[in-house]
Nanobody, 120 residues
């Protein structure tokens, strides 16, 4: 599975961005797809995940502001980010795995990351 993330950029606090992650391979529809992020000087942290049944799970820090969704026909997972805060600034990574989990060790495939910068 190869993953290609896009959609990052510079946005003012309170604004919105939508990240996309296009996946190759026929196993996308059955894969658990997650988003993680890594801020400068910090460890990678879980953001959101969605399984093949479209069940979702979010980190507390983004709950109510971010929405993960997936389009299995397009082999794409999205992260809609609203009410962005400066502390959301990070490189965002999409990942694919087989366990519905917020643990990054459960994900086998990773995209290259896309930078999101939120200005105050």
């Amino acid at each position: 599975v190869q993953l290609q993330a896009s959609g990052g950029g510079l946005v003012a606090a309170g604004g919105s961005l939508r990240l996309s992650c296009a996946a190759s391979g026929r196993t996308f529809s059955s894969a658990v797809m997650g988003w993680f992020r890594q801020a400068p000087g910090k460890e990678r942290e879980f953001v959101a995940t969605a399984n093949s049944a479209h069940s979702t799970y979010y980190a507390e820090s983004v709950k109510g502001r971010f929405t993960i969704s997936r389009d299995n026909a397009k082999n794409t997972v999205y992260l809609q980010m609203n009410s962005l805060k400066p502390e959301d600034t990070a490189v965002y990574y999409c990942a694919a795995g087989t366990y519905f989990s917020g643990n990054s060790n459960r994900y086998n495939y990773w995209g290259q990351g896309t930078l999101v910068t939120v200005s105050s």
